[in-house]
């Protein structure tokens, strides 16, 4: 048996470079649709097929692959930028007091709860609170689940989506101190100066690109590459100020987002980028992912590190419910409302797993990572079980909200605040 891999682990190697590059394409086609039919997420098929024909299955690219690595790079930055982009400001802003308590209390919890459960499991404290901010954010895939039952509009959904503005912020924000802290070493005029770096760089990326953004943006209004091309721009110019000053690329790249949301908002090169993105480079980046993920070891990772795996999903589940209830129970809402927003916060998806990449590819003095392979295979087994867990629910509660709302008084209206 391992004769007949090893014959099909060097044909496969031996390919002509466009043979190997039609086979990546056919995955990034082809496994999606098939992901849909057996209800996994798409990133997950995308993983998987990573798995199959990356370094520890067919070995298609070898071991060193600097094009595939540097197109999942870019794919990773494109994906935060997105991040950015999708978040509805003006659902932050139409309930932006509720949003932002619910996005500090859906920040924190998880945060505390992932760095204990961390520390438990025996690492360091630098390196327990970059895992506890890993489960501090949350992707929105049940957003178009609320969104056919005719619940966006609804304070509760509109509080739960602005709060994502917080929540990915102040995640990302802590990550970096964790990175930076980690990478440069432990001293007050270390962090105090990375603080400062932040404190200036964070205004500048959401006010200064902001207004230049808008005008340079503006005056190319109607040349849809140009603004195409600037967009990339904005966003590798971020990432790289980012990385100047010891924060990770994709910190760059989500503030880049956020500061031309409101600019791009319904261009047509907008939409050209996300497809170009969401087509090509975000899908090499989960490919190139799977690269990473060695199926033997992997269970074997499960098996003997399953306190950590269920540690961190359990307090991940747990924080963003105490946020949800607690939140929930001072603004007024039913128990179905605040068991739909629980459902909401709890896929960690892209952001998630682009945060952890990076903390394992970043290095102290003497070349240790800050989380270790066995935290990535952790972070995978999190990012699949909350991508079907939080949809699936997602699903039952919204549903009892609406009926709930439409037997007694409705929820409130978004308030202007």
Request: with cysteine; hydrophobic share 55%; glycine share 10%.
């Amino acid at each position: 048996m391992n004769h007949y891999v090893y014959l099909i682990r060097t044909q496969a190697l031996r390919l002509p470079d466009l043979a190997k590059f039609g086979i990546g394409m056919a995955v990034i086609v082809g496994i999606p649709p098939l992901s849909h039919r057996v209800r996994l997420p798409a990133v997950v098929g995308l993983l998987l097929g990573g798995v199959v024909i990356g370094p520890h299955g067919l070995g298609l690219f070898g071991e060193k692959r600097p094009i595939a690595d540097f197109l999942a790079e870019l794919g990773k930055l494109l994906l935060m930028f997105f991040a950015g982009l999708e978040i509805d400001l003006t659902h932050f802003r139409s309930a932006k007091n509720r949003s932002a308590a619910f996005g500090v209390v859906t920040t924190a919890i998880p945060l505390l709860l992932g760095t204990a459960v961390a520390l438990q499991c025996g690492y360091r404290l630098v390196a327990a609170i970059a895992i506890g901010s890993l489960l501090a954010s949350h992707t929105l895939l049940g957003s178009s689940i609320v969104s056919h039952l005719g619940l966006s509009r609804r304070e509760p959904i509109t509080v739960a989506i602005g709060a994502t503005v917080l929540s990915d912020t102040l995640s990302l924000v802590v990550f970096a101190i964790c990175v930076s802290t980690y990478h440069s070493g432990w001293s007050i005029f270390s962090l105090t100066l990375q603080l400062v770096e932040i404190a200036v760089f964070v205004p500048f990326i959401l006010v200064g690109l902001s207004r230049m953004g808008s005008h340079v943006l503006g005056r190319v209004e109607n040349d849809e590459n140009a603004y195409f091309v600037l967009m990339f721009g904005m966003m590798a110019a971020a990432g790289v100020i980012a990385q100047a000053i010891n924060l990770p690329g994709i910190v760059g790249s989500f503030l880049a987002g956020l500061s031309v949301n409101n600019a791009v908002h319904n261009h047509p090169a907008r939409a050209k980028l996300e497809f170009f993105g969401n087509s090509f480079f975000v899908p090499i980046f989960f490919i190139a992912t799977g690269f990473l993920v060695d199926p033997r070891l992997f269970i074997a990772g499960i098996i003997t590190n399953f306190r950590a795996v269920t540690g961190i999903i359990g307090a991940l589940l747990i924080g963003k419910w105490i946020a949800a209830e607690a939140a929930g129970r001072v603004f007024g809402y039913s128990p179905d409302t605040r068991l739909t927003m629980w459902s909401l916060t709890i896929p960690q998806v892209a952001a998630t797993l682009a945060a952890a990449l990076v903390a394992f590819h970043t290095f102290n003095a003497a070349g240790q990572p800050l989380i270790d392979r066995q935290m990535i295979d952790v972070v995978l087994v999190l990012m699949l079980t909350t991508s079907i867990m939080g949809p699936v629910l997602t699903q039952r509660f919204a549903p009892r909200m609406l009926l709930a709302a439409a037997a007694a008084s409705p929820e409130p209206a978004v308030t202007q605040s």
